[in-house]
Nanobody, 122 residues
Framework: QVLLVESGGGLVQAGGSLRLSCAAS????????MGWFRQAPGKEREFVAG????????YYEDSVKGRFTISRDIAKRTVYLQINSLKPEDTAVYYCAARYGSSRIASDYKHWGQGTQVTVSS
């Protein structure tokens, strides 16, 4: 059984930074894409960043490029999302997800974490 556990969310002031973590277990991650998504109240879940577990290639939603950085620690089986220069509009529940092969579409992902809340105050 695949288990993804996020951590690192919290309340921060605009301009601050956070690092979210997602620990994965129960699956061989070779060939998988690990994605970060977010969902703000009343909005659809949206893709923000993805990383190819095997090769480390990364890709981002355009609006977060330059502020968000996704990375992984193979030994710890953990994916990170570093978020800098936080804005109030970044407020959302952030989810980690995993699938075999790459995609930016939430419905393509089979495995999800429980989410971690990020709240940015102005």
């Amino acid at each position: 059984q695949v288990l993804l556990v996020e951590s690192g969310g919290g309340l921060v002031q605009a301009g601050g930074s956070l690092r979210l973590s997602c620990a994965a277990s129960g699956v061989t991650l070779s060939g998988y894409t690990m994605g970060w998504f977010r969902q703000a109240p009343g909005k659809e879940r949206e893709f923000v960043a993805g990383i190819n577990w095997s090769f480390g290639g990364t890709y981002y939603e355009d609006s977060v490029k330059g502020r968000f950085t996704i990375s992984r620690d193979i030994a710890k089986r953990t994916v990170y999302l570093q978020i800098n220069s936080l804005k109030p509009e970044d407020t959302a529940v952030y989810y980690c997800a995993a699938r075999y092969g790459s995609s930016r579409i939430a419905s393509d992902y089979k495995h999800w974490g429980q989410g971690t809340q990020v709240t940015v105050s102005s």
